[in-house]
């Protein structure tokens, strides 16, 4: 089995900066792509970012200039750079990863047990 383990996360103040790890680790073929999701207390979980082989990026518009997703494939662990908090980004993180064990040929979605991000104004 595989096993996302995150890190980094806590209580930050408004306009400071945090940064999230997750680490994979298990057996597994190869790592297709890691991807940080939030939910936020009464809301559904959203796509914070996302990182694919080769480097392509994604992100929410709500986190645009503010958030970096990177990853070393070295270390099968995805950063999330958090920068310009804000009280709304107040959520569970978890990580993401789609994976696959055995074949390239079927891969599957691991997630991760999240880290709460408390922002304070």
């Known amino acids: 089995q595989v096993e996302l383990v995150e890190s980094g996360g806590g209580l930050v103040q408004a306009g400071g900066s945090l940064r999230l790890s997750c680490a994979a680790s298990?057996?597994?073929?190869?790592?297709?792509?890691m991807a940080w999701y939030r939910q936020a207390p009464g809301k559904q979980r959203e796509l914070v970012a996302c990182?694919?082989?080769?480097?392509?990026?994604n992100y929410a518009d709500s986190v645009k200039g503010r958030f970096t997703i990177s990853r070393d494939n070295a270390k099968n662990t995805v950063y999330l750079e958090m920068n310009s908090l804000k009280p709304e980004d107040t959520a569970v993180y978890y990580c993401?990863?789609?994976?696959?064990?055995?074949?390239?040929?079927?891969?599957?979605?691991?997630w991760g047990q999240g880290t709460q991000v408390t922002v304070s104004s």
């Open positions: 993401n990863a789609l994976i696959s064990v055995v074949t390239i040929e079927f891969a599957y979605n691991y």
């Open positions: 990182i694919i082989s080769g480097g392509n990026t």
């Open positions: 298990g057996s597994f073929f190869s790592i297709h792509a």
